[in-house]
């Protein structure tokens, strides 16, 4: 009979497991679809600033910006994206591996020329642990994506990169593709690479737009309007990807919470059975006991 006791608690045990995963999935979906929504209110203005940046570069007109200078690399800057709270999956893990992947691309430049910006404590931990120091602390940002914040952020890298303080920028993130698949990308964000800025704008233009030319007038000139945007693309490259991070966590806890209720379910029910059975068992070893002795 104690066997019997150790499998019904042993149900109870799992049916409470079952209730707080069925719970961080509610939760995990309400945070989800209001990422989606901040998305989708953000995305309508990044595609037409790329858009108008793209029509600009269509034209003949020079212009030159310290953004888009090409040099050696001595000094590399870093920025990752992870969450602050685990129970994601694999989220964390693999952005860790990642960073961990593309340190070992600049070993040879040695760890004082390597500055990593972690956005989110997990990532934040990781690199404590690879014996980094981290470039500030971010933990609040990727809980609560702002775009001031995110301002900040970039006005710093823009800023390190134009006083020649680093010489290459590259971002690690997860980009929602859709609620079952998270990207993990590593991208180049200093010096900014705009025929990658103009295919993304061309992507995301209808196909019955594609062929229609903006024909501006602009004042002082063509190149002096470049200059001053490509600050703004670059910030509101920072916000986005924050964005993008952010709504791949809340999928991917949702995503490994469903998992995780789903697995409860199916333990219940073996266990369930497990525990008929052994019921059953000892009843009838109880009959034929009770049947032997009244034979005697």
Request: a neutral charge; proline letters at 3%.
């Amino acid at each position: 009979m104690s066997s019997l006791k150790e499998v019904k608690n042993r149900i109870s045990s799992v049916k409470s497991t079952r209730q707080i995963t069925s719970a961080m999935k509610m939760v995990a979906s309400a945070k989800l679809h209001k990422a989606q929504g901040r998305i989708g209110n953000m995305l309508p203005y990044q595609r037409k600033l790329n858009e108008i940046l793209t029509n600009f570069l269509r034209t003949d007109a020079s212009f030159e910006s310290p953004y888009t200078e090409k040099r050696p690399v001595t000094r590399v800057a870093v920025v990752a994206f992870s969450s602050n709270s685990s129970l994601c999956g694999a989220f964390n893990s693999n952005v860790a591996k990642m960073l961990e992947r593309t340190l070992e691309d600049y070993q040879s430049l040695g760890k004082e020329n390597i500055l990593i910006y972690p956005v989110g404590r997990k990532v934040e931990e990781a690199v404590k642990k690879m014996g980094y120091v981290p470039q500030g602390s971010y933990q609040v940002m990727a809980d609560k994506p702002s775009y001031v914040e995110a301002y900040e952020l970039a006005e710093k890298l823009m800023h390190e990169f134009v006083e020649k303080q680093i010489d290459h920028v590259e971002l690690i993130y997860h980009h929602f593709k859709s609620m079952g698949s998270q990207v993990l990308l590593r991208e180049n964000y200093l010096p900014i690479d705009l025929t990658q800025v103009a295919q993304e704008a061309a992507e995301d233009v209808p196909e019955d737009a594609r062929s229609f030319n903006n024909d501006y007038i602009v004042e002082p000139s063509v190149g002096e309007l470049i200059a001053e945007l490509l600050p703004k693309v670059l910030s509101q490259k920072i916000f986005t990807v924050l964005l993008d991070s952010n709504t791949s966590e809340h999928a991917a806890r949702m995503l490994a919470m469903q998992t995780a209720t789903d697995n409860a379910n199916e333990l219940i029910q073996d266990l369930t059975k497990q525990y008929n059975k052994s019921r059953q068992q000892a009843i009838t070893n109880e009959l034929l006991d009770i049947i032997g002795g009244s034979l005697k």
